[in-house]
Each structure stands twice: as structure tokens, then as C-alpha cells.
């Protein structure tokens, strides 16, 4: 798909389509290179700061993500009057700031708060690329894009891991930081002299906090927007809540600690591969349609996931397999309802991005966390989680389409009903 900077203002750096998606992904990468390659070095964490209880170590995952989701809403309004690049410049100098100092951590809350910091400034990759790619497009295009902008960074969990299980191999867990710390200044140094600037003067709005709440209330008000936020929300929370406890799955409940990299792989690759096929087939079958068979098939396979592990039949290469076909199914959702929620929100981008975020990973770490605590040696309370989330997102979703699956209205009025 071309993308076009030509009609920008300004005459800054017109990266070609290749260039621009390469660089959108490898900002969105920060995040996941924050959380997978860092998963096998969380036994060697806790032994190293002396955690206690097992299941705190997951505190590693989810103080990042609360702090990624609870800062978009001041990224957002910050680069909707500032610009898109400056903010994000700032952000991604602070991620590379904080993950040295995870490096440097002497306890365990001191590594925790530095990771819900770490998070806090990776926030404005996740805002500033969906709102960039939302001012250059629209509803099947944003879509498109955004589908290969994942597919790109779907690449990080197939290699993080393993490439975490490497670092371990020769060093400590200290230097996985320090990597996600030149990560980041390399995604920072290509960014600022590649990236144009892509807001319109016209759409550089006030930092007043009338105008801020106007944003706030446009985004939370719009019927399309908030029902596919918080459907959104839902599925975010049983991705986090497997990222979270995988390591604890693998080792702790099948005993293979050298294959967490393969089944990071083996799950990542099939969401690549749905990622590519959402790209070509948004255009075609809309959004609607392509979305919503995605989450029926993931309530499908979270269901009969739930059925295998009651019935004790769950054995690893099962696990994997479901597992599989869940975040293939899983990949054709989270695109599409981010980009049904940002449809009718162009001139607030930025803000509604911010609240999209806020909303959908807060959210998703909430339930992550709650959920994660639930771990008791066994499958039951993680399947149980997840198909419990996906019965909410198909509720969410029912609702807000007024219960017209594949074909809900182009334009919606505001307000869910009650």
C-alpha cells in the first residue's frame, strides 16, 4: 500500500511506504521488546532481588503496562498542540533512560517503580504511531496499515525470548535491560531524522482543559468508539494476562523451561500470519465483518480450550496448538476494533488514541493482574479467565452493533444505552 507524505506541510523526510511501516513497527516493538525478552530471566530475578512469592514476579509485567496505559492520556493531548514527533522523541529517550535504571535496580520495588516508568514513556509509541497512521488514513486503509505494521513487530516474541535465553547464557539478567536501552536510542535516532511531522496545523489543538475534556468526552461519548474501547479492553486483558503467567505455565505446570522460546514462536507467528491475511481481506469484507469473525472464532477455541483442561486432556504440544489458533484469531480483532473505535475521530486523534489506550491496557493490566493471581499450579484458572473475557468482548460487541454481527451501522449515535 503506498503511503503518501508528499501532501504533509513542511519539507522534512519523505520515507517511502517500506520505510514508514519498517519504522511504525519498530516503535510499536518497543513495547513488546519491554515485555518478551525479558520472560525467561524472571526466575533468575527473583532469585537475584529474593521475591517471595512466586506469583509476584508478574509485578514485572503488569507495573509496565499500568504504566503504559496510564500516561496516553498526556501524551495524547500534549501531541495533538505540540506535534506528533516531538513527543514522541521525548518519550522514547525516557524509555532507554528507565530501562538502564531496571538495569541498575538494587530491590525488587525499585525494579517494579522503574518499570511502571519504563512503561509510562513507552506509552507514546503505542499514541503518536496510531495517531500518525490515523492522519495519513482512513477506515480499510488505517486497518491495512495498522495489520502490517503488527505483522512486522509480530516478529519480536518469535525471536525476544530466545534471544533473552541468550543474553542469560553469557550474562545476567541486568543486561537485557541495558539491550532494550540501545534498542531505544536506535529507534529514536531513526525516527527523528526519518519521520516526518504528520499533524496538520489545522488539527493542532489547545492544551486548555476545556478543550482536553471536550476531546476526552468526544471520544468517550461516541457510541462506535466506546463499545469497541472496552471490547478491546476485554481481549487486552487475556493477552496480558497470558504474557504475565506463561512463564509460570511452561515451567511450573509442563516442566520444559527450554522451549519457552518455541512457544513464544509458536504462537506469535500464527498472529504474523493472521496480521498479513487481515490486511488483505479488510478491504475487501470491511471491518465489521473481518473483526467479528475473529472474536466468534476466539470465543470458540477459548471455549473449547476450557472444555480440554477440565476434562485433564491438556498436555503441552495441546497447549500450543490452542494457544495458536486463539491469537490467530485474536490478530483479526485487535486492529479492526482499534480502527471501528477511531473511525469517526479524526480531528481528536491524538486525545481519542490516548483514551483508547488508557482505557484498553489499564484496563487489560487490571484484569491481567487480578487474574494472574489466580494461579495455582494449573491450567483451570488462566483458560477459565480467557474465555470468560471473550464472552464480555462478544457481549460488548453484540451491544454496540445494536446485536447486528457483521453488519453494524457505518454511523452510530452517542451513548451506549443503558
Partial sequence: MPIDFNHLPGDGPRPGAREAIAMFAGLMALNAVAMDIM???????????????????????????????????????????????????????FYSLFAVGCAMATSFP????????????AATTRVLVVAMVRDLFEREAMARVMSL??????????????????ILAFASWRAIFLIMAGYGMLMLLWSWFRLPETLHPEYRRSLHPAEIGAGIRGALGERQSLGYTLALTALSGSLTLYIATVQQIVYDVFRAPHLIGLVFAAVAIPMAIASFLNSRLVGRA?????????????LAISLVHL??????????????????????????????FGSLAMEHM???????????????????????????????????????????????????VLLTDRRQLFAGKQSTEAGLPA
Wanted: proline share 5%; net charge positive; hydrophobic share 55%.
Fill in 307 to 336: 472444555g480440554v483442561v477440565l476434562a485433564g486432556a491438556e498436555g503441552l504440544p495441546l497447549f500450543v496448538l490452542l494457544q495458536g489458533a486463539s491469537f490467530f484469531a485474536f490478530a483479526f480483532t485487535s486492529a479492526n
Fill in 39 to 93: 520472560v525467561p530471566a524472571l526466575p533468575e530475578i527473583a532469585r537475584g532481588l529474593r521475591i517471595a512469592n512466586e506469583n509476584d514476579r508478574q509485578l514485572v509485567v503488569i507495573a509496565y503496562l499500568l504504566g503504559f496505559g496510564s500516561t496516553q492520556l498526556l501524551w495524547g493531548p500534549l501531541a495533538d498542540r505540540l506535534g506528533r514527533k516531538p513527543i514522541l522523541a521525548v518519550g522514547v529517550f
Fill in 110 to 121: 525499585l525494579l517494579v517503580a522503574s518499570r511502571f516508568a519504563m512503561g509510562m514513556a
Fill in 286 to 298: 470491511g471491518l465489521r465483518r473481518v473483526g467479528h469473525s475473529g472474536l466468534i472464532l476466539y
Fill in 149 to 166: 505494521v503488527f505483522m512486522t513487530f509480530m516478529l519480536v516474541p518469535v525471536v525476544a525470548p530466545n534471544l533473552g535465553q541468550l
Fill in 346 to 396: 479524526g480531528p481528536i486523534a491524538g486525545t481519542a488514541s490516548s483514551v483508547q489506550g488508557v482505557i484498553s491496557t489499564v484496563g487489560g493490566a487490571v484484569i491481567g493482574l487480578i487474574a494472574g493471581r489466580q494461579f495455582d499450579g494449573t491450567l483451570v484458572p488462566f483458560v477459565a479467565s480467557v474465555a470468560l473475557c471473550s464472552l464480555v468482548a462478544a457481549a460488548l
